[in-house]
Nanobody, 115 residues
Framework: QVQLVESGGGLVQPGGSLRLACAAS????????MGWYRQAPGKQRELVAT???????KYADSVKGRFTISRGIAKNTVYLQMNSLKPDDTAVYYC?????????WGRGTQVTVSS
């Protein structure tokens, strides 16, 4: 089994920054990719950013140039640096780990962008 624990969410004003972290534990041998998804009220869950074991990175168009995904040295931790936050970024952010075609999810962390 795989466990994912997110941290770093909170309330921030428009234009502000937050850094999310996700730590993976358990059977994390041969991870294919880790990343972040988000779900706003009344909307479907959507991809924010992913990073593969080969360091290939993908971003949603809506966050390009503002968000940066990275991995820790141990590669079982993934970070999301979010800058220039907008009210539209308000959502629950979920950490994702993909391994052998199976997706694992964290419980999510709330990010609220409001003045």
């Amino acid at each position: 089994q795989v466990q994912l624990v997110e941290s770093g969410g909170g309330l921030v004003q428009p234009g502000g920054s937050l850094r999310l972290a996700c730590a993976a534990s358990g059977n994390i041998f041969r991870i294919n990719a880790m990343g972040w998804y988000r779900q706003a009220p009344g909307k479907q869950r959507e991809l924010v950013a992913t990073i593969t074991s080969g360091d290939s990175i993908k971003y949603a168009d809506s966050v390009k140039g503002r968000f940066t995904i990275s991995r820790g040295i141990a590669k079982n931790t993934v970070y999301l640096q979010m800058n220039s936050l907008k009210p539209d970024d308000t959502a629950v952010y979920y950490c994702n780990l993909e391994k052998w075609g199976t997706n694992y999810w964290g419980r999510g962390t709330q990010v609220t962008v409001s003045s």
